[in-house]
């Protein structure tokens, strides 16, 4: 299996509720991205987490990461039908700087009002 | 504005056909990527080139031939092409090479091998 999965894969719920979302990883990271990608569109970059940090936020994003569990999740309060999408983590390989990120398979949202 | 605009949207073209791709980014960014998306939405790195020089090359048929002419486009064309190349292509940029860049990516282009 690859360095980043995401779960679950697919998740529904009602506008208003939380979302959360998990990645995990097996490789010693340098930082971890989180990206959207809507229907038929581009993915947009959402928030980056260093290594040596637990917790960040940004607006009704919140992301962390346990390097121990080599996991991060990213919770999204007070969902709205705009935050249907796919959710992908991208992980930098520690002492790796020659290489690119690596993208997980995504976790699908779907947000109903 | 478009920050990263890939051309064409939609290309559908034979078996054995040449293709090309074109990306252009007006960020003033130093790095470009081109990425493959197949059905299940799993998005592999192909080639990354920063300041016109190639830096990633992953394992990659070489019927796909990136041509970087300048720091703010990054073209990507495909020989001979066969049907599992059908997936959905982007094209992205990063300020400077590195794990710690967030990176802009275009909207795609969706390629149909019939």
């Known amino acids: 299996s690859q360095q980043g999965e995401e779960d679950p894969q697919a998740l529904s719920i009602q506008e208003g509720e939380n979302a959360t979302m998990n990645c995990s990883y097996k490789t010693s990271i340098n930082n971890l991205q989180w990206y959207r990608q809507n229907s038929g569109r581009g993915l947009v970059h959402l928030i980056l987490?260093?290594?040596?940090?637990r917790e960040k936020h940004s607006g009704r994003l919140r992301v962390t990461l346990d390097t121990s569990k080599k996991s991060s999740s990213l919770l999204i309060t007070a969902s709205r039908a705009a935050d249907t999408a796919s959710y992908f983590c991208a992980t930098g390989l520690a002492n790796q700087a020659g290489t690119a990120l690596i993208f997980g398979k995504g976790t699908t949202l779907s947000v109903s009002s | 504005d478009t920050a990263v605009s890939q051309t064409p949207k939609y290309l559908v073209t034979q078996m054995g056909n040449d293709k090309s791709i074109k990306c252009e980014q007006n960020?003033?960014?130093?790095?470009m990527y081109w990425y493959k998306q197949d059905s299940k939405k799993f998005l592999k790195i192909m080639f990354s080139y920063n300041n016109k020089e190639l830096i990633i090359n992953e394992t990659v048929p070489n019927r796909f031939s990136p041509k970087s002419p300048d720091k703010a486009h990054l073209n990507l064309h495909i020989n001979s092409l066969e049907l599992g190349d059908s997936a959905v292509y982007f094209c992205a940029s990063s300020l400077t090479w590195g794990h710690d860049q967030p990176q802009h990516f275009g909207d795609g282009t969706r390629l149909s091998i019939l």
């Open positions: 960020l003033g960014h130093d790095t």
């Open positions: 987490i260093r290594s040596n940090e």
